[in-house]
Nanobody, 120 residues
Framework: QVQLVESGGGLVAAGESLRLSCVAS????????VAWFRRAPGKERVFVAA????????YYIDSVKDRVTISRDNAKNTAYLQMNNPQPEETAVYYC?????????????WGQGTQVTVSS
């Protein structure tokens, strides 16, 4: 069973950049697709971006397409979410998820989350 640990969150000013990391252990990370979700205060957890198991396909919600990059390094069992020019409304707990191909993320493995706070 793969386990995931996110890091890289913190307080960042609007317009700056940060990179979140998701380190996997205990499973065959390279066999899983990876996604990032976020939960803003008082809201549901929502999908942000995903990357296929070998990294050849990526998916983004429209609101982040030009500012966010998801990537992975299977040799390091790590996935990343590079966020450029974050906005205050993107303050949220960010979670990574790993799931086998063609599997709903709801049935994947979640990390514990990392808090991102964007100040105006």
């Amino acid at each position: 069973q793969v386990q995931l640990v996110e890091s890289g969150g913190g307080l960042v000013a609007a317009g700056e950049s940060l990179r979140l990391s998701c380190v996997a252990s205990g499973g065959s990370f390279s066999n899983f697709g990876v996604a990032w979700f976020r939960r803003a205060p008082g809201k549901e957890r929502v999908f942000v971006a995903a990357i296929s198991w070998i990294g050849d396909h990526t998916y983004y919600i429209d609101s982040v397409k030009d500012r966010v990059t998801i990537s992975r390094d299977n040799a390091k069992n790590t996935a990343y979410l590079q966020m450029n020019n974050p906005q205050p409304e993107e303050t949220a707990v960010y979670y990574c998820n790993a799931a086998p191909p063609h599997t709903d993320w709801a049935f994947g493995t979640w990390g514990q989350g990392t808090q991102v706070t964007v100040s105006s």
